[in-house]
């Protein structure tokens, strides 16, 4: 079992910056490909950000591509999100996955663990 734990969300003015991370603990992540999806009030959750197992691979939605910033370090077992020049819409609670695979995925049924969220609020 992984279990993932997600910090630094809080509330930041339009144009900020916020780094999220995810702690994993339970087992190592070195082999697992993570990811980063949001969920907006009334909207279905959706992708934000992938990493593959060696962080030689990434991929972003294409809302967040050219702002965000998807990482990890495997020896902290820990995964980030660098957030710049965020914008009202990026409101939403955002979760860490982890998918028991090397590469990187788009769809949440293909993560196989979960944390349980982190607020993030963007104000205008």
């Known amino acids: 079992q992984v279990q993932l734990v997600e910090s630094g969300g809080g509330l930041v003015q339009a144009g900020g910056s916020l780094r999220l991370s995810c702690a994993a603990s339970g087992r190592t992540i070195s082999r697992y490909a993570m990811g980063w999806f949001r969920q907006a009030p009334g909207k279905e959750r959706e992708f934000v950000s992938a990493i593959n197992f060696s962080g030689g691979s990434t991929y972003y939605a294409d809302s967040v591509k050219g702002r965000f910033t998807i990482s990890r370090e495997n020896a902290k077992n820990t995964v980030y999100l660098q957030m710049n020049s965020l914008k009202a819409e990026d409101t939403a609670v955002y979760y860490c996955?982890?998918?028991?695979?090397?590469?990187?995925?788009?769809?949440?049924?293909?993560?196989?663990?979960w944390g349980q969220g982190t607020q993030v609020t963007v104000s205008s």
């Open positions: 996955a982890a998918h028991q695979g090397y590469s990187g995925r788009y769809l949440m049924d293909e993560y196989d663990y």
